[in-house]
């Protein structure tokens, strides 16, 4: 138990929250990323610099770990990137990988998602022991669809369109929790307690950051807005979170980040 668990994309929203809380645990953390570490960083976690476009620094991350946290994402490479992981981590002896996904990906056709289904497909034939957690979108990214217009005279909302807010930290928690238990196949989803408009959820975010704008609901076309009025990323039947968008709000309104 004193090998590392090792945090790809280590530094970004999530794998931030995943590495702090092994940290308060006590786990030996080792931290992927595409950067050297910050002079002033003193946690007390290994640090391996590595880019998975390429695989430069990759057996070395992975030397000795004895589970990978994959929370490293890009939209344009995610499964030659899950591809080049999967091979590497089977050349270092097959640690337990921890995926995480999310929901509504076979059933809705956006780009990304079909890369994130692909990388799950790589991951479950990869012939390692593997454990698969999806869940709905982060607070943070469903406010940020608000905050990206907050210098427009108006924000625009897609019509009909309803999310299921989860708090980072707590999917953090679960990812730490898989990842100290025995490989476990595609686990139950995680979603956030509250289904909510998108308009709904723009106004909050608006009043949060003490902005005044109206909210326009736009009725837009196409498959992937049709599957996701139909509620493909939510999973109300397994609203585990607790954590609320407003909580949420409050948390970033104190500390000056909306």
Same mark, same amino acid.
């Given at each position: 138990?004193?090998?590392?668990?090792?945090?790809?994309?280590?530094?970004?929203?999530?794998?931030?929250?995943?590495?702090?809380?092994?940290?308060?645990?006590?786990?030996?953390?080792?931290?992927? +990323?595409?950067?050297?570490?910050?002079?002033?960083?003193?946690?007390?976690?290994?640090?391996?610099?590595?880019?998975?476009?390429?695989?430069?620094?990759?057996?070395?991350?992975?030397?000795?770990?004895?589970?990978?946290?994959?929370?490293?994402?890009?939209?344009?490479?995610?499964?030659?990137?899950?591809?080049?992981?999967?091979?590497?981590?089977?050349? +270092?002896?097959?640690?337990?990988?921890?995926?995480?996904?999310?929901?509504?990906?076979?059933?809705?056709?956006?780009?990304?998602?079909?890369?994130?289904?692909?990388?799950?497909?790589?991951?479950?034939?990869?012939?390692?022991?593997?454990?698969?957690?999806?869940?709905?979108?982060?607070?943070?990214?469903?406010?940020?669809?608000?905050?990206?217009?907050?210098?427009?005279?108006?924000?625009?909302?897609?019509?009909?369109?309803?999310?299921?807010?989860?708090?980072?930290?707590?999917?953090?928690?679960?990812?730490?929790?898989?990842?100290?238990?025995?490989?476990?196949?595609?686990?139950?989803?995680?979603?956030?307690?509250?289904?909510?408009?998108?308009?709904?959820?723009?106004?909050?975010?608006?009043?949060?950051?003490?902005?005044?704008?109206?909210?326009?609901?736009?009725?837009?076309?196409?498959?992937?807005?049709?599957?996701?009025?139909?509620?493909?990323?939510?999973?109300?039947?397994?609203?585990?979170?607790?954590?609320?968008?407003?909580?949420?709000?409050?948390?970033?309104?104190?500390?000056?980040?909306?």
């Amino acid at each position: 138990m004193d090998s590392p668990i090792l945090v790809t994309g280590g530094t970004g929203t999530l794998g931030r929250a995943v590495v702090a809380q092994l940290l308060d645990e006590d786990v030996p953390v080792r931290v992927m +990323s595409r950067r050297a570490r910050r002079t002033d960083d003193d946690r007390p976690c290994e640090w391996a610099v590595c880019d998975l476009a390429d695989g430069r620094g990759l057996d070395a991350a992975l030397a000795g770990v004895r589970a990978v946290v994959h929370c490293a994402t890009n939209a344009r490479n995610d499964v030659a990137t899950t591809r080049r992981l999967v091979e590497a981590a089977r050349r +270092s002896g097959g640690p337990h990988l921890v995926y995480i996904s999310i929901v509504g990906i076979d059933e809705v056709p956006l780009p990304y998602y079909r890369s994130k289904l692909e990388a799950e497909r790589i991951i479950r034939e990869s012939g390692l022991p593997w454990t698969i957690l999806r869940t709905t979108q982060f607070h943070d990214l469903v406010a940020t669809l608000t905050t990206v217009q907050r210098r427009l005279p108006l924000v625009l909302m897609p019509s009909g369109l309803r999310f299921q807010p989860v708090e980072v930290a707590e999917v953090a928690g679960r990812l730490v929790g898989l990842s100290q238990g025995a490989p476990a196949g595609r686990v139950p989803d995680m979603a956030g307690p509250e289904v909510r408009d998108a308009c709904d959820l723009a106004g909050a975010t608006l009043r949060a950051a003490g902005l005044r704008r109206r909210v326009v609901p736009v009725r837009l076309p196409g498959k992937i807005l049709r599957s996701l009025r139909a509620g493909a990323n939510l999973a109300p039947d397994r609203a585990v979170g607790t954590g609320t968008f407003e909580q949420y709000l409050a948390a970033r309104a104190r500390a000056g980040r909306l």
